[in-house]
């Protein structure tokens, strides 16, 4: 499974972002996808995810209200939509899969290459 994400950008605080993530497999038949993210200095953390059956979405505390995690199983692709945009949500976001997990993908099976998220204040 290879994951390609991409819709990393510069923003004003604020601001909105749209990263994709894409799949190279049928990897939402059995796959719980998610976003995790990794500012410098800092170890990395979870973002949103989508459990394995598509049924059960979670956020960290720090992004509810704000980020929107969705998929599109036609085109192989997750999307986090990302509102209201504060500069601590800087870091380099990456796209991961897990096989039949939860949405927290407590263990991940693939990683993507990261993609640039940077929030001007």
């Known amino acids: 499974v290879q994951l390609q994400a991409s819709g990393g950008g510069l923003v004003q605080a604020g601001g909105s972002l749209r990263l994709s993530c894409a799949a190279s497999?049928?990897?939402?038949?059995?796959?719980?996808m998610g976003w995790f993210r990794q500012a410098p200095g800092k170890e990395r953390e979870f973002v949103a995810g989508?459990?394995?059956?598509?049924?059960?979405?979670r956020y960290a505390d720090s992004v509810k209200g704000r980020f929107t995690v969705s998929r599109d199983s036609a085109k192989n692709t997750m999307y986090l939509q990302m509102n209201s945009l504060k500069p601590e949500d800087t870091a380099v976001y990456f796209c991961?899969?897990?096989?039949?997990?939860?949405?927290?993908?407590?263990?991940?099976?693939?990683w993507g290459q990261g993609t640039q998220v940077t929030v001007s204040s």
């Open positions: 991961a899969t897990q096989k039949y997990g939860s949405s927290d993908l407590g263990a991940v099976d693939y």
């Open positions: 497999a049928r990897t939402f038949s059995y796959y719980a």
């Open positions: 989508i459990n394995w059956s598509g049924g059960t979405l």
